[in-house]
């Protein structure tokens, strides 16, 4: 999936490599340019199905072929490139949303 991120030019991608990766995106004339700028990892050898970002844009959250549902804080580097286990599920997790709390 892609999804564009609420706050800035940054485009982040969900792989079926395992990966999610953050793109900065650039419009230079008529040619749009994206650029790679980091990426974390769920497992090698399942794909990544859904990813979104935070309602400020500082955090991407995704979830994959492993069953977990994994938070990624832009800005760090989580250990060994893997995103925050959050959640886990008994079934592949298709789809993550983020929804804002009403706090």
Known sequence: ???????????A????DGGVRLWQVK???TQVQAT??????HDYKTPVLDCCFSA???????????KAVRMWNLGSQP???IG???????APVKAVRYLPSSK
Do not use: C, K
């Open 56 to 66: 400020d844009g500082s955090t991407i959250f995704s979830g994959g072929g492993d």
């Open 36 to 41: 790679p700028q980091a990426m974390v990892r």
């Open 27 to 29: 419009e230079q004339g």
């Open 84 to 90: 925050q286990q959050i959640g886990v599920h008994d």
């Open 13 to 16: 991608s969900s792989n079926w």
């Open 79 to 81: 250990p060994n490139w």
């Open 1 to 11: 999936s892609l999804t564009w991120s609420p706050t800035s030019t940054y485009l």
